[in-house]
């Protein structure tokens, strides 16, 4: 029997005003010195209320998201010398900020200023090669500080995006179990049921979150880190990523201007779950009342990229077994199920 490693969140604050929360943290953990990694914006509306916080005891020092892109491996050798990468921000902001801890052997906080993506809570860090995007396992947040005040502010787009990514958990699981059958893989029950329940719970609250009420963007965040928790616990991003996000990650290499992650995740998943012969209808539904992505066009995509975004997928990794592997596709077939699920 192998050893299976779960790796989880120690210390987990869904709230408001956080920014005395994070400080707090930072000093019961005994820090004496941060590494803040953010952008611009995130700097203005939350950065800035945690490094006042932090004065007097605390140093803090502030790098950009893209500064340490570009000069990584001076970055990991600094982050030595301090004791926890704070990342505030976006998607951008966490899978950089995870190898940095990583590689520097720190603890990291993820302090998220938008729901748009399951990385919030989780050890998967997803960074471009090539022009493709991959993801890996790195670290998993120790704590995670997720400021409602902060969150809410940010344009409507970015927490519909994150529903977008939770729906797909539907479809993924599924390209799980099937991987599980036929080619034997680990599947995991629990974290399955759990990646599944996160896609359930956000389609049960559809209404709150289109009507952009406080209590569905909040459930939102609460589905994103219970994902997130979900692939800590299966130790891979298995519950949370099966064949729409293939198909989003080969859009994302095939356009000058893909739309946001989680919003070519959902349209993705609508196309994906139909293979599955499960119920898309659900899932396209769940969208449109979230007033969410739900057709090509919203995505900026025509059948034909589309088409070719499908049929390139499953080479993007052969490894991970999907519904795509397990049904090669022909172009017509392609366009029937397009036109069938109201896609195009
Ligand atoms: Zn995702």
Redesign the pocket.
């Known amino acids: 029997m192998h050893n299976h490693h779960m790796e989880l969140p120690k210390y987990i604050v869904i709230g408001e005003a956080l920014e005395e929360t994070v400080a707090h943290r930072v000093r019961f953990n005994g820090f004496r010195r941060c590494l803040m990694v953010t952008s611009k914006t995130p700097l203005k509306v939350f950065g800035e209320k945690i490094l006042s916080a932090l004065d007097g005891d605390i140093s803090c020092e502030v790098c950009f998201v893209d500064e340490v892109v570009e000069n990584f491996d001076r970055y990991v050798s600094g982050a030595r010398s301090f004791d926890v990468v704070l990342g505030v921000g976006g998607g951008r902001v966490a899978d950089v900020s995870k190898p940095l801890a990583e590689y520097s052997g720190k603890q990291f906080f993820s302090i998220p200023t938008v729901a748009s993506?399951?990385g919030i809570a989780s050890p998967m860090s997803s960074y471009r090669h090539n022009g493709l995007a991959y993801s890996r396992k790195s670290v998993m947040p120790s704590e995670v500080f997720a400021d409602m005040n902060v969150i809410s502010l940010a344009p409507r787009r970015y927490v519909l995006s994150g529903c977008g990514?939770l729906v797909?958990k539907q479809s993924a699981v599924r390209d799980w179990w099937l991987a599980h059958r036929v080619k034997g893989e680990y599947y995991g029950r629990y974290a399955a049921h759990l990646a599944y329940l996160s896609a359930t719970v956000v389609m049960k609250s559809a209404q709150l979150v289109g009507e952009g009420t406080r209590e569905g963007t909040r459930t939102v965040v609460e589905a994103l880190i219970s994902a997130g928790i979900s692939m800590g616990v299966a130790g891979s991003s298995r519950p949370?990523?099966g064949s729409e996000?293939l198909i989003a990650h080969a859009l994302e290499g095939m356009m000058e201007r893909p739309a946001l992650?989680?919003e070519r995740?959902g349209v993705a998943s609508v196309f994906t779950t139909y293979l599955h012969r499960a119920d898309w209808k659900k899932i396209a539904a769940s969208l449109r009342t979230m007033g969410a992505c739900h057709t090509l066009s919203h995505i900026g995509v025509d059948e034909d990229l589309f088409a070719e975004a499908v049929m390139k997928a499953p080479s993007l990794r052969k490894e991970r077994y999907t519904i795509l592997h397990h049904k090669p596709l022909t172009k017509q077939h392609i366009m029937e199920i397009l036109h069938e699920t109201e896609l195009v």
Do not use: E
């Open positions: 993506h399951d990514d797909a949370c990523s996000h992650h989680g995740v």
